[in-house]
Nanobody, 118 residues
Framework: QVQLVESGGGLVQAGGSLRLSCAAS????????MKWFRQAPGKEREFVAG????????YYQDSVKGRFTISRDNAKNMVYLQMNSLKPEDTAVYYC???????????WGQGTQVIVSS
């Protein structure tokens, strides 16, 4: 069983930055692909960013490329999402998720709210 706890959300003005963190309670953290998703009010949940087990490969939704950076620290069982140049359309609840491969995410956190004011 993997438990994921996100933190770092909040209210920020457009153009600002936030760093989201996700703590994982599992000894085999380094074997999981980690992803960030988000869900805006009235919209479906969407993929934001992903990082492979070693951290050597990352991938992003087109709308956040160049603004968001996903990273992980396997020694600390942590994954991060650095969000810069935030836009009002980035407003959403952000979730981290874990899966043995990138195809299926078996475990999800409870989410952290990000609100970007214009």
């Amino acid at each position: 069983q993997v438990q994921l706890v996100e933190s770092g959300g909040g209210l920020v003005q457009a153009g600002g930055s936030l760093r989201l963190s996700c703590a994982a309670s599992v000894r085999t953290f380094s074997t999981y692909v980690m992803k960030w998703f988000r869900q805006a009010p009235g919209k479906e949940r969407e993929f934001v960013a992903g990082i492979m087990q070693s951290g050597s490969y990352t991938y992003y939704q087109d709308s956040v490329k160049g603004r968001f950076t996903i990273s992980r620290d396997n020694a600390k069982n942590m994954v991060y999402l650095q969000m810069n140049s935030l836009k009002p359309e980035d407003t959403a609840v952000y979730y981290c998720a874990a899966g043995p491969t990138g195809a299926t995410m078996n475990y999800w956190g409870q989410g952290t709210q990000v609100i970007v004011s214009s």
